[in-house]
């Protein structure tokens, strides 16, 4: 027993600490992001659609409430808790750098709930278009949505920042910047003036190009898409409440468009959507499609449109619970939606409806 005491004596406060270490490494807040089953909202009723000043009168049919767009539930994990979330396949842990860009939370949820302002003013154009309706767009800029963390332009670059110019030229849409990489070489420096995210004034950086490993040309390792500003000819609401990012914007395209032409886009099934919606009605990619595939589940959807990107992901994840299909555009949306029982929009060309 006496040697028992000394072993104690000499071992049990080193155990201690090391205890209270582990204890309090595993409860502190992990480095990392986990991403979870968000939630899926009903969109139609969020949308509104009202006369401007002097413009046409809109017609509108009633909302719906079986069309929903899919979200990912964003938390930052304690140690345990992320080792937890590890075990649940509908769950993934990521570095928080891969998620925020390198801004801060707050940054980050800014950026966000910008990017779905600008979600939102797309989808309405592509709407209005297709529903008839002429919208003016301008473009001013390119603005970075992602970038490597790896690359050096993230020393000199945040999300959000709009490049106005580089080396000298104009910028108005991001293909203007492609073409300015594009006739450099690698480790070549480019001049690009930025306007940061929420702010007025502009900045001067230089940023080295890096080598894309795939073709060995120059590129500055950026997600980019174009600024635009919009006259359009009727008002759109759509209450999105605090949730950020652009992975609605199909979602709002077809809710929008649902409200302004008869019958029922859905068929009166329940629908969930993902994916982004460019200005020529082009569907992107998205995040957490694991994620939005368990909530549309778990929402008792029947069909899940998704970006071409996330459709293996998306399948796998469905286990046959629900049908999944890819689109590439509004139009592909719009065919698979009347595959699946939803009535027709009226032909490309219509007089807006009551316009």
């Known amino acids: 027993m006496l040697a028992v005491s000394r072993l104690w004596w000499a071992t049990g406060p080193l155990l201690i600490v090391l205890v209270a270490v582990i204890s309090f490494v595993l409860a502190r807040p992990a480095p990392y992001i986990a991403l979870a089953p968000g939630s899926a909202r009903s969109v139609e009723p969020l949308v509104s659609v009202s006369q401007l000043s002097g413009g046409p009168k809109p017609q509108?049919?009633?909302?719906d409430d079986d069309l929903f767009f899919v979200t990912v539930s964003v938390r930052r994990p304690s140690g345990i808790e992320a080792l937890f979330r590890l075990l649940d396949d509908t769950n993934e842990v990521v570095p928080e750098k891969v998620i925020t860009g390198g801004q801060s939370q707050e940054e980050n949820r800014q950026f966000n709930l910008q990017l779905m302002t600008d979600s939102k003013d797309k989808a309405t154009k592509v709407a209005l278009e297709r529903a008839g309706y002429q919208v003016e767009v301008t473009t001013s800029g390119a603005v970075v949505i992602d970038l490597d963390p790896s690359y050096p332009v993230a020393e000199k670059v945040r999300p959000g920042d709009t490049?106005?110019?580089?080396?000298?030229k104009t910028i108005a849409t991001s293909e203007d910047l492609v073409a300015v990489i594009a006739s450099r070489q690698p480790g070549d420096a480019v001049a690009l003036t930025i306007q940061p995210f929420g702010v007025r004034e502009k900045r001067d950086v230089s940023v080295e190009l890096a080598e894309n490993p795939e073709n060995g040309k120059a590129q500055l390792g950026v997600s980019l898409d174009d600024r635009p500003s919009y006259e359009f000819p009727v008002k759109v609401d759509i209450d999105s409440g605090e949730v950020g990012g652009p992975s609605a914007g199909l979602a709002f395209t077809l809710a929008i468009l649902d409200r302004l032409t008869p019958g029922s886009l859905t068929g009166n099934e329940a629908v969930a959507v993902t994916g982004t919606i460019g200005l020529d009605g082009s569907?992107?990619?998205?995040?957490?499609?694991?994620?939005?595939?368990?909530?549309?589940?778990?929402?008792?959807?029947?069909?899940f449109v998704v970006p071409p990107d996330e459709f293996a992901d998306a399948t796998e994840a469905a286990r046959g619970r629900l049908e999944v299909r890819k689109v590439t555009s509004l139009d592909d949306a719009l065919d698979v939606l009347a595959e699946f029982g939803g009535d027709p929009v009226p032909p490309k060309g219509s007089a807006p409806p009551g316009g």
């Open 60 to 63: 509108t049919e009633k909302a």
């Open 163 to 168: 490049i106005v110019k580089a080396d000298g």
């Open 283 to 303: 569907v992107g990619p998205v995040g957490g499609v694991t994620q939005k595939t368990e909530a549309a589940v778990e929402a008792g959807a029947k069909l």
